[in-house]
């Protein structure tokens, strides 16, 4: 399901343009199933996170080297935050599914 906001006028204020793209997001996710969306939501914010810290060190350290130190650390985040999401979703869904009986 796509979201479509209507643009208001050409002067259009960044805070509606924002509010629309989160509740874009908001209706994708929604409609994943548990598991892919809690893959999605752990491997998106442990890669933020990741890239934030590894920005941070990479600054500290040898800042022109700041980027590739992003990903160093970006990357194996998304993937940790990915298999945590699947084990978290794995979770959900056996936790429904013995409720249910």
């Known amino acids: 399901m796509i979201i479509s906001c209507s ?17 874009g997001l908001r209706a994708a996710l929604g409609e994943l ?5 809690a893959v999605t939501i752990g491997a ?10 590894g920005l941070v060190v990479g600054l500290f350290t040898y800042a022109p080297t700041a980027p590739v130190a ?6 194996p985040a ?3 935050g990915g ?4 084990i ?10 013995l409720t249910r009986r």
């Open 44 to 53: 998106g914010f442990l890669g933020v996170a990741g890239g934030i810290v």
């Open 33 to 37: 199933p548990l598991v892919p969306r």
């Open 83 to 86: 298999v945590l999401g699947t």
């Open 70 to 75: 992003m990903l160093e650390l970006g990357l």
């Open 78 to 80: 998304t993937l940790a």
């Open 7 to 23: 643009r208001r006028s050409t002067s259009e204020s960044t805070f509606y343009r924002h509010t629309c793209a989160v509740t």
């Open 88 to 97: 978290a979703g794995l979770i959900g869904v056996a936790t429904q599914r």
